[in-house]
């Protein structure tokens, strides 16, 4: 990973050396207790909406009343929106050096755990964002012999949460730097992590200096209702467990990870649907065991080096699990269940592809496997240097989500440099603006945007628009658009055939993607969008008298690739009744979450695409599939997740070939809990 420098005028970037933090970096002053107020400075920006929520809520007198995005009364329950307005985006940035703590790095505004029973859903997690300098440069260091970190603990180094569940904790990231528990802290846990809808963790080293690699687990994720965890080009060095997933709603994703040294188990699954790609492994104890009843767990393109002859690698004990392209050194066995051995006996071992529960096939077929998509890496784009970036505010932009700023936006993308950036504000958009092939990275360094009258109105366009052909890439990262930036358009139109990165991207309300123009390349990276999610529009497909000014269409794809070749890695589309449309091209997903009764994706004209690690949430009984294949080839590893049966798909699978229709229903899946069911490798190839 690149050094990361940014430049003075980003005002979004909290340098932590710098006043009025002035944090010592050398490893020898405790840092603790300011790197708490930082936290706490950031989410104060939080407090004033915080307490009008809990007045509103107050006022309401209804005990059934829940914290969520939509301030209304839906299914004779209030809703009451909470935050109804992002603050200033802020980034906490650490130079290198070593910064020595002796607890905890959290938040301590007691009443943001909300423990009081009006806020039992919401946490006041969220835009807790960490960046480092370099991986290898920065060091957060937990003191050796800490008090509080004996054996018998877990307690975290940096903890996302404290409470028990939270669905507004967006766009929390921790990048870029290491994080160390020190030596005889047996009872330590490196990261604890948590993030909703988007979030990511990358580029980060976890390790123990003990000299027997004591710790109790690297990574985290224990709370309800996870439902975004991007996990990549992370290294784990020692701890009984590496990495540990527990909770039951709602999925988690992880590529590129390297274990070492565990004294237990290399990553514990639970009830969540985890998926795992590109894990490096040197262990003599197993390293995967599936725990959970309805646990849903995938690895592929894992290598697996230094196992004992008395262990098996992979244990699957409960749920469903999908493996393909395993190789183990060392074992006895890669797999071992209660119904099958797969041995391993020497270097050269290797398992092909494993499903417990699965296939399922509605025709014919001569190959019974998924379609093993060759995957392609995200491409790294170089950091420039901070007299290469350009600010989007020197050309007269305002932020104040009043002034329409198209102009000076687009002013900013003319002046020749190679990066655009943003400083906190919303910045209101009533037209399109092109991005020129010259441009090679947009950062709104998670600055707001909100559509103007005639924006809004606009269908068949983008707010934004990718024309003119380069060969390098561009990539449009660090967005968090919230409830203002709403309407008929979509946020990128991609009129060229240049290859594109979305790198946490999060619209509320509106759609993120279609192109004008085939041939190209789209990778996405913990991303997300929801249609539909403006104030007052809730679960409706039309605005309540009154509300005609919030324009939406939920026929529109959150998503729309028309023969393209897309790699996606987290990715989180809500309430389009079209969430992922592939038209014609490659699309390849590893994580995903879907929400609302839409089809979750749809491939036609001979398109092919490979969803593994998907959760399929709320689909209110509606007879549309969950998965369509038209004439096209399909494999879809995947679960549903909802209470009832009206929250599910009557139509699970509907498959087209040579004209011929046929269903794979919810009664012809396996049970996962209640009336959720599991989708265990659904394929549909041409024969």
């Known amino acids: 990973m690149q050094n990361i420098h940014f430049p003075d005028s980003c005002k979004s970037i909290i340098d932590?050396?710098?006043?009025?933090?002035?944090?010592?970096?050398?490893?020898?002053?405790?840092?603790?207790?300011?790197?708490?107020?930082?936290i706490d400075d950031v989410l104060g920006a939080y407090e004033k909406n915080f307490y009008e929520t809990k007045a509103k809520l107050e006022a309401i007198s209804d005990p059934n009343a829940l914290v969520s995005f939509e301030i209304r009364k839906i299914d004779g329950r209030i809703n009451v929106i909470f935050p109804e307005e992002l603050p200033p985006s802020k980034i906490i940035y650490f130079p290198n050096g070593t910064y020595l703590v002796s607890d905890t790095i959290s938040y301590s505004m007691e009443e943001f755990r909300n423990f009081l029973s009006s806020l039992r859903h919401l946490e006041m997690n969220c835009q807790l964002r960490f960046i480092g300098e370099s991986m290898d440069g920065v060091k957060i260091k937990l003191k050796d012999n800490c008090k509080g970190f004996e054996h018998g603990n877990d307690r975290p180094v940096i903890s996302f949460m404290q409470g028990e569940a939270s669905n507004i904790a967006m766009t929390n990231m921790l990048e870029n730097l290491t994080i160390s528990i020190g030596a005889g802290n047996p009872g330590a846990t490196g990261v604890r992590y948590f993030a909703n809808n988007t979030g990511a963790v990358r580029n980060v080293k976890i390790i123990s200096e003990d000299p027997e690699y004591r710790g109790n687990t690297g990574f985290s994720?224990?709370?309800?209702?996870?439902?975004?965890c991007l996990v990549q080009n992370v290294e784990i060095i020692g701890f009984n467990y590496g990495i540990k997933i527990m909770p039951q709603f709602l999925y988690t994703t992880f590529e590129h990870i390297t274990l070492k040294h565990q004294k237990r188990l290399g990553i514990y699954s639970g009830n969540t649907v985890t998926s795992i790609r590109d894990l490096v492994s040197y262990n003599e104890v197993p390293v995967l065991r599936t725990e959970g009843f309805i646990?849903?767990?995938?690895?592929?393109?894992?290598?697996?080096?230094?196992?004992?002859?008395?262990?098996?690698?992979?244990?699957?004990?409960?749920?469903?699990?999908f493996l393909r392209n395993i190789k183990a050194?060392?074992?006895?066995?890669?797999?071992?269940?209660d119904m099958t051995y797969t041995k391993c006996e020497s270097v050269k071992d290797y398992l092909d592809e494993y499903c417990s529960h699965g296939p399922k096939t509605l025709f014919e077929q001569k190959i019974n496997k998924s379609l093993n998509l060759k995957v392609e890496e995200t491409p790294e784009v170089k950091w420039d240097s901070p007299e290469d970036w350009a600010c989007v505010n020197d050309f007269g932009a305002k932020g104040d989500g009043e002034t329409d700023d198209t102009q000076a936006i687009q002013a900013a993308m003319n002046c020749g440099k190679p990066t655009v950036f943003f400083n906190p504000g919303r910045y209101l958009i009533d037209d399109v603006i092109e991005?020129?092939?010259h441009v090679k990275r947009i950062n709104f360094m998670y600055g707001d945007l909100a559509s103007g009258s005639k924006l809004c109105k606009m269908r068949d366009t983008g707010a934004f628009k990718v024309?003119?052909?380069?060969?390098?890439?561009?990539?449009?990262?660090?967005?968090?658009?919230?409830?203002?930036?709403?309407?008929?358009?979509t946020f990128l139109e991609h009129a060229s055939k240049r290859t594109v990165i979305f790198s946490d991207i999060h619209v509320q309300t509106a759609s993120i993607y279609f192109n004008s123009v085939s041939g190209g390349k789209?990778?996405?990276?913990?991303?997300?969008?929801?249609?539909?999610?403006?104030?007052?529009?809730?679960?409706?497909?039309?605005?309540?008298?009154?509300?005609?000014?919030?324009?939406?269409?939920?026929?529109?794809?959150?998503?729309?690739?028309?023969?393209?070749?897309?790699?996606?890695?987290?990715?989180?589309?809500?309430?389009?009744?079209?969430?992922?449309?592939?038209?014609?091209?490659?699309?390849?997903?590893?994580g995903c979450k879907t929400e609302e009764e839409g089809t979750a994706y749809e491939t036609k004209n001979g398109g092919v695409t490979e969803v593994i690690g998907a959760v399929f949430t709320i689909g209110l009984g509606k007879e549309i599939p969950a998965v369509i294949n038209d004439e096209s080839e399909v494999s879809v590893f995947a679960a549903t997740a909802g209470m009832t049966n009206q929250q599910q798909w009557p139509i699970v699978v509907k498959e087209i070939r040579n004209g011929e229709v046929k269903y794979l229903k919810k009664e012809d899946c396996p049970i996962r809990y209640l009336d959720s069911i599991t989708l265990p490798l659904y394929i549909g190839r041409k024969n």
């Not at 050194?329 to 269940?337: A, C, K, Q, S, V």
Request: proline share 7%; net charge negative.
């Open 522 to 590: 789209v990778f996405m990276e913990n991303t997300g969008c929801t249609i539909g999610g403006i104030p007052g529009a809730g679960n409706r497909t039309a605005p309540l008298p009154g509300e005609e000014k919030f324009p939406y269409d939920r026929t529109r794809a959150n998503f729309k690739f028309v023969g393209q070749k897309v790699y996606c890695r987290q990715i989180n589309p809500e309430r389009s009744l079209h969430e992922v449309i592939n038209d014609g091209g490659l699309l390849w997903v590893m």
């Open 329 to 337: 050194e060392g074992y006895e066995y890669i797999l071992r269940t």
């Open 435 to 437: 991005i020129p092939p």
């Open 221 to 228: 994720v224990l709370h309800e209702k996870v439902s975004a």
């Open 295 to 321: 646990g849903l767990t995938s690895l592929i393109d894992a290598k697996l080096y230094g196992g004992s002859p008395l262990e098996t690698a992979i244990r699957y004990n409960y749920g469903q699990i």
């Open 16 to 38: 932590v050396t710098k006043p009025p933090y002035n944090l010592d970096n050398t490893g020898k002053i405790d840092c603790t207790k300011v790197l708490c107020q930082i």
């Open 467 to 489: 024309v003119g052909e380069s060969d390098e890439p561009i990539i449009i990262e660090d967005l968090f658009a919230f409830e203002k930036f709403y309407g008929f358009m």
